[in-house]
DNA sequence: CCCGCCCTGTCATCAAGATGTCAAACAGGT
DNA sequence: ACCTGTTTGACATCTTGATGACAGGGCGGG
């Protein structure tokens, strides 16, 4: 039987694969904390759960794990200093770490993320969300470090400075606009419906009215195109947008 | 736990043109259950309720909803029991699943059961906490249903994407010619009526002429055949149109 | 502490596309 | 050739996306 036509399944979770990833989780609000222990470890990670900034701080300097998932806001040291900290020592120097900010916390986030976060989730946040967030940066990270850049064609993404340049040129944007443009550029050529882009940019119970995202799409796109550059945005009539994942090649 | 029974914005609700997603909610405790429904129902699902585990199953082997809401704490069969038996059943192993634990719950069983549950809220939990998350997970993309590719021959039709190449370049088609196009390589070479197809593609509801699908399927081909390739749809006379199984082989 | 700039979310409006219907031309089978 | 069911182009209408304007809020600078 030759060719079918056949489809090409992502399988439903793959707890499997890399061995368990040893993962530290600094939050305070416990709930919070044992959702995401209960989940990580349905997925086949370890969790280790300490609830200060000061705790995390001796846990480190005891057990290195793979990952850390850190909220900004922390009793104790900071969540600002914690990832400082962490990005001074040459040990923990290249983990990957993702934040969890509240919606709000944008200039705040800005200054962690400078001090070299990989990934930032938006809370409220589904559980999904974050867990698809968790194996991207795992698996992406190892290799070369993650450099906190996205790149494609003549436009960067730099996480970790906050900036967009295009051509070189610097570009400005507001922190929405930087986000979605973030985001967009995490899955190329994928198209996100205006729903799901709410969820994940705005976060999830962010209750605005779909058309906002238009306006951000535009304002993005302005930003982007000085001159008479290509529009790196997709726009996927009765579905979405989505960064063209033929932009590099084109440009 | 917080009972009043609340609003929500449905700014974002149900926007979708598919009709409104079922709900199952197993619950046993009645005034919990009758919250979620009225809340759900407020939102424009259809929701179905049920108490025990064992009716649970019952109802599961009858119709299958688009999403479960499931106490954890259950008389009868357990929740982890359903849960278990749902992600071993092939009908309902995608079905998006949330869960609802109390505090005091969250011990050693609760991480098993964490084991398939794509959501969870803890008791208690916000009336629009739970509704967020009920939205996004229906609204997030199922891996294995609505991604992945499908090919035959020189087509390829990306969903995730959402884009269609014939031979290497790029086709244009509105999004109903998309989802028809879907619907058809889904399943090639079966044969379908004027009537299914304007169910499954254009939905239940549609009071709309048959002879309109004859003219989408002629957009379609028109779009698939910008030269002088094969037409990959099969025409049944009397019967319907189908995506021709042989297409693959023959070009 | 106050003022002004920047970011945001919402609207109203305009433009571009997509859709559903019809009718006339066509094709297949008898 | 005839009848029935299918293809196609035209077309009026409906949707959906793009855009400029605008008011409120927040933050930083003075």
């Known amino acids: 039987m030759a060719k079918d036509i056949q489809e090409v399944n992502e399988s439903r979770a793959n707890p499997t694969r890399a061995a368990a990833a040893r993962i530290l989780v600094i939050e305070d609000e416990a709930a919070l904390s044992m959702l995401l222990a209960y989940n990580l470890e349905a997925e086949g990670f370890t969790v280790d759960r300490v609830e200060r900034g000061d705790e995390a701080e001796i846990r480190l300097s005891e057990t290195i794990p793979d990952l850390v998932i850190l909220d900004w806001m922390l009793p104790g040291v900071s969540g600002l200093e914690i990832c400082r900290r962490m990005r001074a020592r040459e040990t923990t120097r290249n983990l990957p770490l993702i934040m969890l900010t509240a919606r ?126 290509k529009d790196p945005i997709r726009t996927v009539r009765g579905a979405g947008y989505a960064f063209d994942e033929t932009f590099d090649l084109i440009s």
Chains 1, 2 share one sequence.
């Open 104 to 229: 709000g916390e944008e200039s705040e986030r800005v200054r962690g993320l400078a001090l070299g976060a990989d990934d930032y989730v938006v809370k409220p946040f589904s559980v999904p969300e974050l867990m698809a967030r968790v194996h991207a940066l795992l698996r992406r990270a190892r290799p070369g470090r993650s450099s906190g850049v996205l790149s494609a064609g003549d436009l960067d993404l730099d996480r970790q400075n906050w900036r967009v340049r295009r051509a070189g040129r610097e570009v400005h944007m507001g922190p929405t606009e930087f986000r979605l443009l973030d985001h967009l550029m995490g899955k190329p050529g994928r198209v996100f419906s205006r729903a799901q882009l709410l969820d994940s940019v705005w976060g999830i119970s962010a209750e605005i009215d779909e058309r906002t995202v238009d306006v951000h799409i535009g304002r993005l796109r302005k930003a982007l195109s000085k001159g008479a550059e």
